[in-house]
């Protein structure tokens, strides 16, 4: 699957002012993303960016109305929230029936930003991603597909499952308190670690593994954990992570090297790279967690659109 994409850099370097759908998620950042509106919207008159501006709701209104939208009428669309809103928006461009794609800007101001990171970009210096967004350059990146029971979604970051999907399931009880929540939820997870027997399929290789966790990653980051270091956003190819089965202690002690990437050295971590995986749990179904979301389970199928999506990028 491919759409056609417009471009917009021309018409930027013009001065000419663009026009883009501000998906906005009130609720990001536990209310934070309310308060700052008034000075966001300030922030697109004065670089000259019209928009309009479509609050969210209630969970996927974002999905619905990037759905909805007539692109033709707009020179981009901007997910303003976190790691979800923009989960979102990506997969409304796809539910869209519409051939014509244009360009996704980010706008970190939830409480995991781990796309916005491969774009080098800060929660706390959001001016920047408007300023990106206003330099109208894009480049396009590649798109996670992937398929559980029956329903297709599409990931632009991470899609995981086992100890970093039960990680997350609880980080997003204490989302609170910021990215420590991911830590607290490691903590927690760790007490009722346990491994389970998987077969998974990277393109025409099969492995059957007694897995702590997989992790699938098109970008390097997963909320502050630097969990795929070799991962690139545009190579046609996923990174696949995968933790053997190891105890609490070992695992705590090997924690810390997650943050920094020196956890890929250890001998219970695998990596491979491929452009289909399937991953099957042999023993129960394994909750899955789409870039910090958690939607569907056990088997899934995954593919990599290599160069499927453009975004506003430095």
């Known amino acids: 699957m491919y759409f056609e994409t417009v471009s917009i850099e021309s018409k930027c370097e013009k001065g000419e002012n663009m026009r883009v759908l501000l998906i906005y998620n009130p609720f990001a950042g536990h209310g934070h993303a309310k308060k700052i509106l008034p000075k966001i919207e300030e922030a697109f008159q004065e670089r000259g960016i019209d928009f309009d501006l479509a609050l969210t709701d209630y969970p996927e209104h974002s ?20 790691d979800g809103t923009l989960f979102e928006v990506i997969n409304g461009c796809y539910q869209n029936r519409k051939k014509l794609r244009i360009p996704i800007g980010v706008l ?9 990171r491969d774009l080098g970009l800060d929660a706390s210096n959001w001016l920047d991603a408007v300023d990106i967004i206003r330099g109208g350059k894009t480049r396009k990146v590649d798109v996670g597909r992937f398929t559980t029971h029956g329903q297709t979604y599409y990931f632009l970051n991470i899609l995981g499952l086992g100890f970093v999907a039960d990680v997350t399931t609880t980080a997003r009880k204490i989302k609170m308190l910021g990215n420590i929540s991911y830590t607290l939820g490691v903590l927690y997870r760790t007490i009722l670690l346990k491994s389970f027997p998987t077969r998974i399929r990277l393109d025409k290789e099969t ?13 390097t980051y ?27 202690r070992r695992l705590l002690q090997a924690f810390p090297k997650v943050f920094t990437g020196d956890h890929v050295q250890l001998p219970e971590v ?3 790279q491929a452009k289909e995986i399937s991953i099957e749990t042999l023993d129960r179904e394994k909750v899955l967690t789409p870039d910090g979301e958690v939607l569907g389970i056990s088997p899934v199928e995954i593919s990599c659109l290599k160069q499927n999506c453009g975004v506003f990028w430095k």
């Open 108 to 116: 970190p101001i939830g409480t995991g930003n781990a796309f916005a």
């Open 270 to 272: 695998e990596t491979f």
């Open 207 to 219: 492995l059957e593994r007694d897995c702590v966790f997989i992790e699938v990653s098109n970008t």
């Open 63 to 82: 999905t619905r109305i990037a759905a909805e939208t007539d692109f033709k009428r707009y020179d981009g669309i901007v997910a303003a929230g976190g």
């Open 222 to 248: 997963t909320s502050n954990f630097l969990m795929a270091p070799e991962a690139k956003i545009d190579d046609g190819y996923l990174d696949v992570t995968i933790l053997n089965k190891v105890n609490r």
